[in-house]
């Protein structure tokens, strides 16, 4: 296949096209411009300023994976033969594509033990199944499981639900995402989100992008780094793979652009995979070494810089460059680009937390920006950039195993709950407990479990185990047919543009916004919330700590308990009436006095990691193409990498001719968790020798199940794997 030389531009249009074709321009086009949030990333969009609006107001903000989400659930329903006539077996074997065009869930379904196919059922029969299993059990036996697609209402509530019944198993998406942003975050500036805001990011002068993909998975940040460009500001790129989008992107809505495409890395810097710790640690030696560090800064307002000096000066360049993978002179520069800089923020993607050392590559970067006092002034700051669109409201409302000690204290202050002490799960540990015959039961709200977990054979195993596994779920996904318990049953819920009543998010810039809802698209799927509310109203029907779960099904209620309950969003229990989204107080730091317990922020000195791999080896990362949305594939082809099917492994052709193999070969991909066969061998220019590239969710049969201590998330971006040609 091709590859494009620019991303955006008329492919963009075309696609909008086709989209806008399928499910009908001006039904797609009054969808998008409803004032609900966008269901995309959390990069912000919508909300009350109306769809297609960004958070600093500027309209029109068209992102193609934005349509492409409203696309998927303007879709038809899934008609009750379709259970029937498709076999669980043959649902197994159809692709993540296939799945979603299935249309949309309108009945709750169920798979009984041993039986063959899903079978439709009543939603008072899945709710008595649900509620009679679940006051069965012991409830440390049960986990909860979070996507970040579904509303802070729903989020509070079932987490609410989750330890009045009795767990705190009780985790989001974030720790196979993020975890590492909040937990490295927290160390350093006592917050566990962004500093600053859009318009922060609007105004700066020099962006560092580390680790990210933005032209497929953050659409609308291209225009932020090309204004930057064209305002003489400078986009400094760290990424083993030259991505099309980041080198060169053509904005559709602007005609020299369109024609031309607009230069978006100023520098571009290829680290090895994993080589990012040595690579920003070296950025801050030369930094020193130039003194272009703020002392003054340094001094004043952080702790540890006489100790992260001392390291930066006793390591030296030879160790530095090997371990990075890059060249001295190009660390030079970047450093050069960053001592030039005035209003410099850092931006990270998965590039950086997908590592046994994610906390720490997300310190490294945090001891760059206060070298030169880049955190605690407008326009600069630390930026991680977020993937589901509600992904942080959710670790802001609760959906943690551990739950702030401020917010158990209003708990159990306000209502007089008392909440369970033995400790939470994080997610993977969750289903480790599973496979051990420690869990009995799951519930998810939204997501694809199965898809998105390392080592998907153990994760296979891991749900096989449990009695029964519920999933609230808008589409069909390979999870539903591929991760299955015992009894499986799944529940058709509304989107957030079909809710009856209005529900909330949190953008990664830490604000809230309020979603209106809209006119459901199909009789049989119910709001989140509602679900949530009758299975407690039915499992704590007799508990002793009575809540009135009913009422509890009104949003407007749940808001009222979230201002009460979580600090920061004191505002929520106003916001229907003043329809006034708001940034969350106390943690955009506009000066240098941070949320630590004396103020200061905290500098933090590593040892580089040992070198992965060996000879006969590669590193390889499991990353996104331009069309999917996590395990949900809508191409099989990846425009912006020119290729073509999703069974292929991209390798520099430095390392084809060592491993004597030739283009379009079939492989044998092997690591020490899994192996795929019939693998395509792709010739890829663009990545560093010694790197490679697959694609998730089908790599996660490789992946293993090796996290960072710190934050527990999985290394998906550094599989050490062998390449057997045999066949
Ligand atoms: N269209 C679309 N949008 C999305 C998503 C989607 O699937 N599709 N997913 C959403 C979600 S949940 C998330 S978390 C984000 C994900 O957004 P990204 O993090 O941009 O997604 P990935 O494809 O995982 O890509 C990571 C990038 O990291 C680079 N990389 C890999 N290993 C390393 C390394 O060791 N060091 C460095 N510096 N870079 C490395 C890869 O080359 C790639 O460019 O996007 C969100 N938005
Ligand atoms: N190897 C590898 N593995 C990875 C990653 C990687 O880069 N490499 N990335 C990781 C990351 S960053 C993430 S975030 C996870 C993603 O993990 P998940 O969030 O678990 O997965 P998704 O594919 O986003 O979930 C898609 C499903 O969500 C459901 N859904 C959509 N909208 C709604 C809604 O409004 N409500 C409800 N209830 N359901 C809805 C639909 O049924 C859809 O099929 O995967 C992780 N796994
Ligand atoms: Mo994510």
């Known amino acids: 296949m091709k590859r494009v030389k620019s991303g955006g531009g008329w492919p963009a249009i075309q696609y909008v096209w086709q989209k806008a074709c399928q499910a009908g321009p001006l039904r797609l086009y009054r969808a998008m411009r409803s004032r609900n949030t966008c269901k995309s990333c959390a990069l912000g969009m919508g909300g009350q300023k109306g769809g297609m609006v960004n958070e600093a107001g500027q309209f029109p903000q068209v992102c193609i994976k934005s349509l492409q989400a409203m696309a998927g659930d303007l879709q038809g329903a899934i008609p009750a033969e379709f259970w029937s006539r498709h076999a669980v077996a043959s649902l197994q074997s159809q692709t993540s594509h296939s799945l979603e065009h299935s249309g949309r869930l309108v009945q709750p379904v169920l798979l009984r033990p041993g039986a063959t196919h899903f079978q439709p059922v009543t939603w008072t029969e899945a709710f008595d199944r649900i509620i009679a299993k679940l006051r069965a059990i012991p409830p440390l036996e049960t986990f909860w499981y979070f996507s970040g697609r579904s509303s802070n209402e729903a989020s509070f509530l079932l987490q609410l639900f989750a330890r009045l019944y009795g767990s705190n198993h009780v985790n989001n998406v974030s720790y196979y995402c993020h975890q590492a942003s909040g937990a490295g975050l927290t160390s350093v500036t006592g917050s566990g989100t962004a500093t600053l805001t859009l318009d922060d990011l609007q105004h700066a002068d020099v962006i560092f992008i580390i680790g990210g993909n933005p032209a497929s998975n953050h659409p609308r940040l291209m225009h932020v780094l090309m204004h930057t460009r064209q305002r003489g500001g400078q986009v400094v790129v760290i990424n083993p793979v030259i991505e099309t989008g980041l080198v060169n992107f053509s904005a559709p809505n602007k005609l020299r652009s369109l024609l031309f495409g607009t230069e978006v890395a100023s520098l571009y810097l290829q680290p090895d995979i994993g080589g990012d710790l040595a690579l920003l640690t070296g950025i801050a030696k030369r930094i020193d070494e130039i003194g272009a560090s703020d002392e003054a800064f340094l001094n ?333 594939v809508y191409e099989e082809h990846d425009l912006y990498r020119g290729v073509a099917g999703r069974d292929v492994i991209l390798l520099h052709p430095e390392d084809m001719r060592k491993y004597r193999i030739e283009a379009n070969q079939r492989v044998t991909v092997r690591s020490l968790t899994g192996s795929l066969a019939g693998i395509r061998v792709i010739p890829f220019e663009s990545i560093k020798a010694g790197n490679a590239l697959m694609y998730y969710p089908e790599a996660n049969e490789l992946v293993s199940r090796d996290i960072d201590p710190q934050s527990h998330t999985p290394a998906y971006k550094n599989v050490l794997i062998t390449l057997d040609l045999t066949l």
């Open 300 to 632: 004043d307002h952080c702790n540890g810089w006489p100790v992260l000096r001392a390291q930066l000066r006793r390591l030296s360049w030879p160790e530095l460059c090997a371990r990075s993978g890059v060249a001295q002179e190009q660390i030079h520069r970047a450093a050069q680009v960053y001592a030039a800089g005035r209003k410099v923020v850092f931006a990270w993607t998965m590039g950086i937390t997908h590592h046994q050392h994610g906390v720490e590559n997300v310190q490294a970067i945090a001891n760059l920006a206060l070298m030169r006092g880049m955190v605690g002034r407008p326009h600069a700051g630390l930026l991680p950039i977020r993937g589901h669109s509600n992904v942080q409201g959710m670790g802001s409302i609760g959906v943690t195993p551990k739950l702030k000690d401020a917010i158990v204290e209003r708990l159990e202050s306000q209502w007089g709950f008392s909440l369970p002490t033995a400790p939470g799960l994080d997610t993977l540990a969750c289903l480790e407990a599973a496979q051990n015959g420690r869990m009995r039961a799951a519930l998810c709200l939204g997501g694809n479990l199965y898809g998105a977990s390392p080592d998907a054979a153990f994760t296979r195993d891991a749900l096989a185990q449990l009695d029964l596994l519920v999933y609230l779920s808008t589409k069909l996904n390979t999870g539903h047919v591929r991760g299955l318990a015992q009894e499986t049953l799944i529940l058709p819920v509304l989107a957030r543009d079909e809710e009856p009543q209005p529900t909330t998010q949190e953008s990664m810039f830490n604000y809230v916004r309020l979603s209106d809802g809209g006119p459901a698209r199909h009789t049989g799927p119910r709001s989140e919330v509602q679900v949530i509310a009758t299975l407690a109203a039915g499992v704590l029907r007799d508990a002793k700590q009575p809540l009135d779960w009913q009422a509890m099904a009104n949003t407007g209620r749940i808001r009222e308990a979230i201002a009460a309950a979580i600090p920061g969003f004191e505002k929520m229990a106003t916001i229907d009436a003043t329809r006034e989204e708001f940034h969350l107080e106390g943690r955009l730091f506009r000066t240098p006095r941070f949320a630590t317990a004396d103020g200061r922020a905290q500098l933090h000195v590593h040892d580089l990691p040992p070198p992965r791999g060996g000879e006969g080896t590669l590193r390889l990362m499991t990353v996104r193409s331009e069309g999917q949305f996590n395990t949900v």
